[in-house]
């Protein structure tokens, strides 16, 4: 593997990503490591501290033989381009023998996260999650807060719905909350139901294609720092954004990935860019394992078009860091309301493929975006939101 070190003197690394004009180049294996050159280049941002976008790019350009580069600081901007790039970004001040030392210790355990730096041990998620229990009694609740205004994909099988009384998944809540109410709501949620041990955002949009998830995550986790947060999200603009969501107190991350194959893709799924939505899925889902996010991957099942295709998601996602793998059955609707929804075998044998790579989670609630309570045991959303019937269809948040 190749590195590009961001330094100033060839010694440490000690230069933001943007300002660095040289580059160490490294070759790296689990045996030990060897300085191949310095390359020197315009920095991608002015002496004001500004953005270049295309001397940036040009940057990007000059190491993308490199997989990884380190960087005593880098911004969310270069962070999302690096990441588009498929170039992992780590942070790392110090010398620039340790950074390769550890580095090639990573190499040498054979794990996916790289131990520079170092970072905070998971949580145990499987005791105090209830989508990571596996099979365990379940007694945690959570309370999903519907901050997630807009989306910037359209799934066929999606309609969003906001003020909606009979639907229950991720992409319809009764309401939208601004950032600044979710702390009172969850400390009236944690009054009714004391088990509550999750914070999720899983609607009704995307919570990275607006910026009321994360400030919600955290003004939510300055004021309750001992509840788990937890994201669900499409991937497209998650890249370069899995710092910000680990700042926030994220500790469990769903990626909805229906298809890595961009034909495939282009029949579940309207977007700009089919490519770019995979590449940027798999881009962030290795930034948040590699920051000790756990992720989950959702996947809708739709046996015509990506049944023959689930193996090949649940190897590449297993590939990028994904933990878990849920696949749901596609409920017809929408622009897919013509197909019919897959049977328990095909559901089963989906399953059996997918868990040659990845555990499989089997016991999804089908959970609304404002979601409060025990999963499958109690419901307060009523008492929070109002009295309404629910209406089960299906979860792809």
Do not use: W
């Amino acid at each position: 593997m190749k590195l590009a070190l961001c330094t100033s003197d060839g010694v440490s690394v000690d230069t933001h990503f943007g300002k660095a004009d040289s580059f160490l180049i490294a070759d790296v294996s689990a045996d030990g490591y060897r300085i191949l050159q310095t390359r020197q280049l315009a920095p991608g941002c002015n002496d004001c501290g500004n953005h270049n976008t295309d001397a940036m790019g040009e940057v990007i350009s000059s190491i993308s033989d490199c997989g990884v580069v380190v960087t005593a600081q880098a911004g969310p901007h270069a962070q999302r381009q690096l990441a588009a790039a498929g170039i992992t970004c780590l942070e790392f001040s110090g010398d620039v023998d340790e950074a390769l030392g550890k580095y090639r210790a990573f190499l040498a355990r054979g794990k996916r996260a790289a131990p520079v730096p170092a970072r905070e041990k998971r949580r145990d998620l499987a005791a105090e999650h209830p989508c990571f229990a596996m099979g365990r009694p379940n007694s945690k609740g959570r309370i999903h807060l519907p901050v997630a205004q807009t989306c910037n994909i359209a799934c066929r099988f999606c309609s969003r719905a906001q003020n909606n009384e009979t639907e229950n998944r991720p992409g319809v809540s009764r309401t939208l909350l601004a950032p600044a109410e979710a702390p009172a709501l969850i400390h009236r949620a944690l009054q009714l139901c004391p088990e509550i041990t999750v914070v999720g955002i899983a609607g009704p949009g995307d919570a990275l294609a607006s910026p009321e998830a994360l400030e919600t995550l955290r003004l939510v986790h300055e004021a309750f720092p001992e509840l788990i947060k937890c994201v669900s999200t499409n991937g497209l603009a998650l890249p370069g954004r899995a710092r910000e969501l680990a700042e926030a107190g994220v500790g469990a991350l769903t990626v909805t990935v229906n298809a890595v194959d961009p034909e495939i893709l282009e029949q579940l799924v309207d977007c700009r860019d089919h490519r770019e939505l995979i590449r940027n899925q798999l881009a962030g889902i290795r930034e948040a394992a590699g920051l000790n996010i756990r992720v989950k991957v959702n996947t809708v099942l739709v046996p015509e078009i990506n049944g023959a295709h689930i193996a090949d998601i649940s190897r590449e996602v297993k590939a990028a860091g994904a933990d878990m793998q849920n696949i749901l059955p596609l409920i017809p609707n929408n622009k897919l309301a013509h197909i019919p929804a897959p049977s328990c075998e095909q559901i089963e044998d989906a399953r059996r493929a997918a868990a040659a790579y990845l555990t499989q989670f089997r016991h999804c609630a089908h959970c609304r975006a404002d979601a409060v309570g025990v999963p499958g045991q109690s419901d307060f959303a009523s008492e929070l939101y109002g009295s309404l019937r629910i209406v089960e269809t299906f979860s792809h948040g």
